[in-house]
């Protein structure tokens, strides 16, 4: 029986099965990347899909990249970007005096641009690759898991964000109730991830959204399910606009969608030989404040209110 990564005792309905095969072949063909040992230890990979959250995760739940998978990966310049749109909402929410935690930090960019620019702040990011590991006054970058960090750090920190992880999690629970534990009453619990209500939805094959890259598809209401749950108060959600980095990204999808995978690779053909992408993309430019971009955001506050039956009744009701 597969038990639910999120909601406890929650039920949950299968969805599909991916190949094994093809996802071995797919990330050693578009990134050079061997997963075979990876996935070793499955014969099947599944979608399921929580009853009560629409939350949809991979199984089995042993199947996440391993620090070699994520050195490759790192290789493209595209992959961990300094500063984000996430990043400036999330700076936004920063006051004088604050003690700021970041789960998945990286090498700490979003920590350093913030230190900088508010006075008398604390920041400490967790991160599980040991090179990036610092100490500077009051900037510290620590190896270690938010379950272990938050056994010795419970209610010490006014933000605790983290910025395209938490799909990569495949124990959710675990990692949510750790990450609140550190938060002060009253603090603010900040996650963005890959909004899969949005264009990416359309690509019938992402590679990047499943294992051993991401374990958890979220959408909108999936994050609130996660105020809910977890007694917190959802001040805010925020989509991100199109961002002009992904314009071909999001056109390519958009005329597989339209014309059919086997028909797109035509139609790429005559858009190449004329001037017809240049004015696709200026009129995606003019309306991409209007698209929902990847990823989306939520923010939420931890309070004395306590919606403890509902999450019992959420629990028993299987």
């Known amino acids: 029986?597969?038990?639910?990564?999120?909601?406890?005792?929650?039920?949950?309905?299968?969805?599909?099965?991916?190949?094994?095969?093809?996802?071995?072949?797919?990330?050693?063909?578009?990134?050079?990347?061997?997963i075979s040992e990876i996935l070793s230890s499955t014969d099947s990979i599944e979608l399921y899909k929580c009853k009560n959250s629409g939350y949809r995760f991979y199984s089995p739940l042993n199947i996440t990249g391993n620090s070699g998978f994520y050195e490759k990966l790192q290789e493209h310049d595209w992959y961990y970007m300094p500063w984000k749109w996430e990043h400036q909402i999330c700076n936004k929410l920063i006051n004088k005096?604050?003690?700021?935690?970041?789960?998945?930090?990286?090498?700490?960019?979003?920590?350093?641009?913030?230190?900088?620019?508010?006075?008398?702040?604390?920041?400490?990011?967790?991160e599980l690759n040991e090179s990036t590991v610092i100490s500077e006054n009051n900037l510290k970058i620590i190896n270690s898991r938010i379950?272990?960090?938050?056994?010795?750090?419970?209610?010490?920190?006014?933000?605790?964000?983290?910025?395209?992880?938490?799909?990569?999690i495949p124990t959710v629970n675990?990692?949510?109730?750790?990450?609140?534990?550190?938060?002060?009453?009253?603090?603010?619990?900040?996650?963005?991830?890959?909004?899969?209500?949005?264009?990416?939805?359309?690509?019938?094959?992402?590679?990047l959204n499943m294992p051993p890259h991401h374990m958890g598809l979220w959408t909108e209401k999936s994050l609130k399910m996660i105020?809910?749950?977890?007694?917190?108060?959802?001040?805010?959600?925020?989509?991100?606009?199109?961002?002009?980095?992904?314009?071909?990204?999001?056109?390519?999808?958009?005329?597989?969608?339209?014309?059919?995978?086997?028909?797109?690779?035509?139609?790429?053909?005559v858009i190449e030989l004329t001037n017809l992408r240049k004015i696709l993309i200026k009129y995606i430019r003019n309306r991409a404040k209007k698209i929902h971009g990847h990823s989306i955001m939520i923010v939420l506050r931890k309070t004395a209110a306590n919606r403890q039956t509902y999450r019992q009744t959420l629990e028993q009701s299987g």
Do not use: W
């Open 174 to 207: 675990s990692f949510l109730k750790a990450s609140i534990k550190c938060l002060k009453e009253d603090g603010l619990l900040v996650i963005s991830v890959p909004n899969n209500d949005s264009f990416i939805k359309h690509e019938r094959f992402c590679i």
């Open 227 to 269: 105020g809910t749950y977890f007694d917190l108060e959802l001040l805010k959600i925020e989509y991100e606009p199109l961002q002009e980095y992904h314009f071909d990204y999001y056109l390519n999808i958009m005329i597989k969608r339209t014309a059919g995978a086997y028909f797109a690779k035509y139609i790429d053909k």
């Open 1 to 34: 029986m597969v038990k639910n990564p999120f909601i406890e005792n929650s039920s949950v309905e299968f969805q599909t099965e991916i190949s094994k095969e093809r996802l071995i072949n797919e990330y050693k063909s578009h990134y050079d990347i061997d």
């Open 147 to 168: 379950e272990d960090y938050c056994i010795e750090n419970e209610e010490k920190f006014d933000i605790v964000c983290s910025f395209q992880v938490l799909e990569h």
């Open 97 to 126: 005096g604050n003690k700021i935690l970041e789960i998945g930090c990286g090498k700490g960019d979003f920590l350093r641009r913030i230190y900088k620019q508010h006075e008398n702040i604390q920041c400490i990011g967790l």
